[in-house]
């Protein structure tokens, strides 16, 4: 049976998804929530939630969804050790070090891979199980048939969003938001840059999507075995998620929902299944007066829908009453079962109770979470029994099943101290010399940077042949967006494999698998994400030969992380802003055109910012890359590169590498517009 979902900020927006008839909640803590500025909920306030949600037979899942320093390991700790005393029945989880620190601390509580870990291939989400995930988020951008792919082919159950705000970029790997204004959307903190009016040939808003609905496609989405149907929304108020709710459970449950609320309530500029249908065109989308006005229209209303109590579990009822013995009743619902008893019933003077008056007055479950299933009654004859008696008999038995349904729905864990699971706190020693290696995106790069005294050049394998030179050093990259290239992508590793190549480079999870099963070394790329020690562990445990950290920490911090592999950072190139499945130039699919720089024909170019800044666009097939318009340059900063045992040269509009090595090489003082990324000035 697949759950509605639902994302619930505070108690208040708890109420109106239970009452609306929603079969799950996620919510935040205080701390490491990928929503830090919704209200959340304290320590005291998870534990009253948890105990509203089991009494009706609801589950609730914390989302420890963001990324996490060493210093902080303690403290997420402490927030796993919190949502297991308090009964939550799951925690979602984009940190593979803190997943790694849930299976210590609370091994029978379920983990559900976060979106944010960027799974939307077969072989990712075969990655997670085998991590010991139970569950995955997959990536909003996935078409039906790739969905569909997915299920079929892995065993973990399949989460997927299928209301609300739509991000352009693909799941995790965003990086305006903390470059722009270092506030990272990995550490909850997003500040949604991409609303504002990017332009590009005389379009404007380019990267602002309108909010997506699979409301009409739940019935189809049940069909399939997918696990989850999952409201975005912890920012919004009471009133939307109420009706988002609602939608999904009439859907669901086959009846008629009201669409003109559901878009009324919030869109932008209306809503899209665009990227489930495939059809990306007439996805953009803005908020505007019209949006407004339309929501405070359908807030009218909308309180009705969940004012009362949801009747979610079916109560069956059974009475005796005999003469001279006391009135006894028994309650069974969701296999639990309960009794009460009482008073002996009295002759009647006249108007005796009977079996049909006796049923009609137990049946009277209104505001209780129960619903009136098989009610019997068996009544002797010329019986007087009191309304008030048979009213009073009701309520203790729907407080009895009340209390034993919120037994048996409450987990009770065995949690394990966390300090053996914590990073230590010595650092690595420094390397004896920082290697440099290339990242190249063009033919002519490639063939430049194996020139040079690279002591690895990653490139994308569509550049690579067997005519491509010093196979040992060029490490392939796999296309980023697996889910509709997967077994194209396995063909063509394991047909360079077999030209020589030796090693791949795991942007993500499912790349890692995907490498490790057509023989390849594999190397962890900054997209990985990889901010501490324990997560940096988790892939040397999974094989690979090294690690590029994420650029979103500081230099300092991530010169602390402890790691039995060579560790290293990108120091040089235009960083990644977004990776994108619909290309904003083209206004839909991505053209497949390599770059508006150097070989290849143009597939359009940039887009520019408020202030008139250019950001190129670099499309790689079925995606697209939006770059930062100023480079980053650390050759005049070695002490900072001095603690890592390799940096990363990424060349991406640039035609000519040696003089860009050159500069690392001797120390040399860069001039120009350029940037130090966040590794001097952090992201919150």
């Given at each position: 049976?697949?759950?509605?979902?639902?994302?619930?900020?505070?108690?208040?927006?708890?109420?109106?998804?239970l009452?609306?008839?929603?079969?799950a909640?996620?919510v935040?803590?205080?701390s490491?929530?990928?929503?830090?500025?919704?209200e959340?909920?304290?320590?005291?306030?998870?534990?009253?939630?948890?105990?509203?949600?089991h009494?009706?037979?609801?589950?609730?899942?914390?989302?420890?969804?963001?990324?996490?320093?060493?210093?902080?390991?303690?403290?997420?700790?402490?927030?796993?050790?919190t949502?297991?005393e308090?009964g939550?029945d799951?925690l979602?989880?984009?940190?593979i070090?803190?997943?790694?620190?849930?299976?210590?601390?609370?091994?029978?509580?379920?983990?559900?891979?976060?979106?944010?870990?960027?799974?939307n291939?077969?072989?990712?989400?075969k990655?997670?199980e085998?991590?010991?995930?139970?569950?995955?988020?997959?990536?909003?951008?996935?078409?039906?048939?790739?969905?569909?792919?997915?299920?079929?082919?892995?065993?973990?159950?399949?989460?997927?969003?299928?209301?609300?705000?739509?991000?352009?970029?693909?799941?995790g790997?965003?990086?305006?938001?903390?470059?722009?204004?270092?506030?990272?959307?990995?550490?909850?903190?997003c500040?949604?840059?991409?609303?504002?009016d990017?332009?590009?040939g005389?379009r404007?808003?380019?990267?602002?999507?309108?909010?997506?609905s699979?409301?009409?496609?739940?019935?189809?989405?049940?069909?399939?075995?997918?696990?989850?149907?999952?409201?975005?929304?912890?920012m919004?108020?009471?009133?939307?998620?109420?009706?988002?709710?609602?939608?999904?459970?009439?859907?669901l449950?086959?009846?008629?929902?009201?669409?003109?609320?559901?878009?009324?309530?919030?869109?932008?500029?209306?809503?899209?299944?665009?990227?489930?249908t495939?059809?990306?065109?007439?996805?953009?989308?803005i908020?505007?007066?019209?949006?407004?006005?339309?929501?405070?229209?359908?807030?009218?209303?909308?309180?009705?829908?969940?004012?009362?109590?949801?009747?979610?579990?079916?109560?069956?009822?059974s009475?005796?009453?005999?003469?001279?013995?006391?009135i006894?009743a028994s309650?069974?619902a969701?296999?639990?079962?309960?009794?009460?008893?009482?008073?002996?019933?009295?002759?009647?003077?006249?108007?005796p109770?009977?079996e049909?008056?006796?049923?009609?007055?137990?049946?009277?479950?209104?505001g209780?979470?129960?619903?009136?299933?098989?009610?019997?009654?068996?009544?002797?004859?010329?019986l007087?029994i009191p309304?008030?008696?048979?009213n009073?008999?009701?309520?203790?038995?729907?407080e009895?099943?009340?209390?034993?349904?919120?037994?048996?729905?409450?987990?009770?864990?065995?949690?394990?101290?966390?300090?053996?699971?914590?990073?230590?706190?010595?650092?690595s020693?420094?390397?004896s010399?920082?290697?440099?290696?290339?990242?190249?995106?063009?033919?002519?790069?490639?063939?430049?940077?194996?020139?040079?005294?690279?002591?690895?050049?990653y490139?994308?394998?569509?550049?690579?042949?067997?005519?491509t030179?010093d196979?040992?050093?060029?490490?392939?990259?796999?296309?980023?967006?697996?889910?509709?290239?997967?077994?194209?992508t396995?063909?063509?590793?394991?047909?360079?494999?077999?030209?020589?190549?030796?090693?791949?480079?795991?942007?993500?999870?499912?790349?890692?698998?995907?490498?490790?099963?057509?023989?390849?070394?594999?190397?962890?790329?900054?997209?990985?994400?990889?901010?501490?020690?324990?997560?940096?562990?988790?892939c040397?445990?999974?094989?690979?030969v090294?690690?590029t950290?994420?650029?979103?920490?500081t230099?300092?911090?991530?010169?602390?992380?402890?790691?039995?592999?060579?560790?290293?950072?990108?120091a040089?190139?235009?960083?990644?802003?977004?990776t994108?499945?619909?290309?904003?130039?083209a206004?839909?699919?991505?053209?497949?055109?390599?770059?508006?720089?150097?070989e290849?024909?143009?597939c359009g170019?940039?887009?520019?910012?408020?202030?008139?800044?250019?950001?190129?666009?670099?499309?790689?097939?079925?995606?697209?890359?939006?770059?930062?318009?100023?480079?980053?340059?650390?050759?005049?900063?070695q002490?900072?590169l001095?603690?890592?045992?390799?940096?990363?040269?990424?060349?991406?509009?640039?035609?000519?590498?040696?003089?860009v090595?050159?500069?690392?090489?001797?120390?040399?003082?860069?001039?120009?517009?350029?940037?130090?990324g966040?590794?001097?000035?952090?992201?919150?």
């Amino acid at each position: 049976m697949s759950e509605i979902l639902a994302p619930c900020g505070g108690m208040e927006s708890l109420y109106a998804a239970l009452n609306a008839g929603a079969d799950a909640v996620y919510v935040g803590m205080k701390s490491f929530s990928a929503r830090k500025n919704a209200e959340n909920f304290s320590d005291e306030e998870l534990a009253a939630a948890c105990k509203e949600c089991h009494r009706r037979g609801v589950k609730l899942y914390v989302a420890l969804n963001t990324l996490m320093y060493d210093d902080e390991a303690a403290a997420v700790a402490q927030c796993i050790k919190t949502a297991a005393e308090c009964g939550a029945d799951g925690l979602i989880i984009q940190d593979i070090g803190t997943a790694r620190l849930a299976r210590d601390i609370v091994p029978t509580m379920e983990r559900h891979a976060s979106t944010q870990l960027t799974l939307n291939s077969v072989n990712g989400v075969k990655a997670a199980e085998e991590m010991g995930f139970s569950r995955v988020v997959i990536g909003r951008e996935l078409s039906l048939e790739q969905i569909k792919r997915i299920k079929e082919n892995t065993d973990a159950e399949i989460e997927i969003f299928v209301h609300g705000a739509l991000c352009v970029c693909v799941s995790g790997q965003c990086y305006m938001s903390s470059l722009f204004g270092g506030r990272s959307g990995n550490r909850g903190l997003c500040a949604q840059p991409c609303r504002l009016d990017f332009s590009c040939g005389g379009r404007h808003n380019v990267i602002s999507l309108k909010d997506s609905s699979l409301a009409a496609h739940l019935p189809a989405l049940a069909e399939l075995g997918i696990a989850s149907f999952k409201i975005e929304g912890r920012m919004k108020r009471p009133e939307y998620v109420a009706c988002a709710v609602d939608a999904c459970r009439k859907s669901l449950d086959g009846e008629e929902y009201d669409r003109e609320r559901l878009e009324g309530i919030f869109s932008r500029g209306g809503l899209t299944d665009g990227y489930f249908t495939g059809e990306m065109r007439d996805m953009q989308g803005i908020r505007g007066r019209e949006d407004v006005e339309a929501s405070a229209k359908a807030l009218s209303g909308i309180k009705a829908i969940y004012k009362d109590e949801y009747p979610r579990i079916r109560a069956d009822i059974s009475v005796t009453a005999e003469c001279g013995e006391p009135i006894s009743a028994s309650a069974s619902a969701a296999g639990i079962s309960v009794t009460a008893s009482g008073a002996v019933p009295q002759q009647a003077q006249s108007a005796p109770a009977t079996e049909e008056s006796v049923c009609a007055r137990m049946s009277k479950l209104g505001g209780t979470q129960f619903f009136a299933g098989g009610i019997t009654a068996r009544v002797g004859e010329g019986l007087y029994i009191p309304a008030s008696e048979l009213n009073a008999l009701r309520r203790g038995l729907c407080e009895r099943l009340d209390e034993a349904v919120l037994k048996a729905n409450t987990p009770h864990y065995e949690i394990f101290d966390a300090g053996a699971a914590l990073p230590a706190k010595e650092c690595s020693g420094a390397p004896s010399k920082t290697k440099y290696r290339a990242e190249v995106c063009t033919a002519g790069q490639l063939r430049q940077a194996l020139a040079l005294p690279f002591d690895l050049v990653y490139a994308p394998m569509g550049l690579l042949d067997e005519n491509t030179p010093d196979k040992d050093r060029v490490c392939v990259i796999p296309p980023l967006y697996l889910a509709d290239c997967e077994e194209e992508t396995a063909r063509r590793l394991d047909e360079l494999r077999k030209l020589g190549f030796s090693s791949g480079l795991a942007q993500t999870l499912g790349h890692a698998r995907l490498l490790r099963e057509c023989g390849f070394a594999v190397r962890g790329g900054y997209r990985m994400n990889i901010l501490n020690s324990l997560s940096a562990g988790v892939c040397e445990e999974l094989g690979f030969v090294d690690i590029t950290l994420s650029f979103e920490g500081t230099a300092a911090k991530l010169a602390e992380i402890r790691c039995g592999i060579p560790k290293g950072i990108v120091a040089y190139g235009r960083l990644p802003l977004m990776t994108m499945r619909r290309c904003p130039i083209a206004d839909g699919k991505p053209c497949g055109r390599v770059s508006p720089f150097g070989e290849g024909t143009p597939c359009g170019g940039c887009l520019t910012d408020r202030r008139g800044n250019s950001m190129p666009i670099l499309c790689g097939g079925n995606s697209v890359e939006l770059l930062n318009p100023d480079t980053l340059i650390m050759s005049d900063r070695q002490s900072a590169l001095s603690a890592f045992d390799f940096a990363v040269l990424k060349f991406t509009t640039e035609t000519e590498p040696a003089p860009v090595l050159d500069m690392y090489l001797n120390n040399k003082k860069p001039s120009g517009s350029l940037t130090r990324g966040l590794y001097f000035r952090g992201a919150e």
